[in-house]
């Protein structure tokens, strides 16, 4: 599929402000925290929304080309919403997450 790296993780929690309180914890000073959005030093963003459950929402992949994803994803009957800018795995293919791929 030509990925090159997890981009981005939205994370739904029930208790929006006691979750960032404690993963600024986790993740430490050094972490950078700009409109609710971490970027850590090493790895995806990490984003938390209000949600009425907790449990990872969306995943942003970075891929080398779109279109070699988009025939990836066709071929196995994966293939949900497809974009211009970006293509989405079929939500019922992967327990509802929302896994966007990006260039």
Known sequence: M???LVKEIVIGT???EATVRLW????GPDARASGGVWHPAAGPAIRFTPSASDGI???VVRVVALGRARRFLQAS???G???KSRIVI???KV???DVQFVQ
Do not use: T, V, W
């Open 2 to 4: 030509g990925i090159e």
């Open 14 to 16: 029930a208790d929006y």
């Open 24 to 27: 600024q914890k986790l993740l």
């Open 57 to 59: 929402q969306s995943i």
């Open 77 to 79: 009957g994966l293939l």
């Open 81 to 83: 919403r497809d974009a």
């Open 90 to 92: 079929a939500p019922n």
């Open 95 to 97: 327990m509802g997450i």
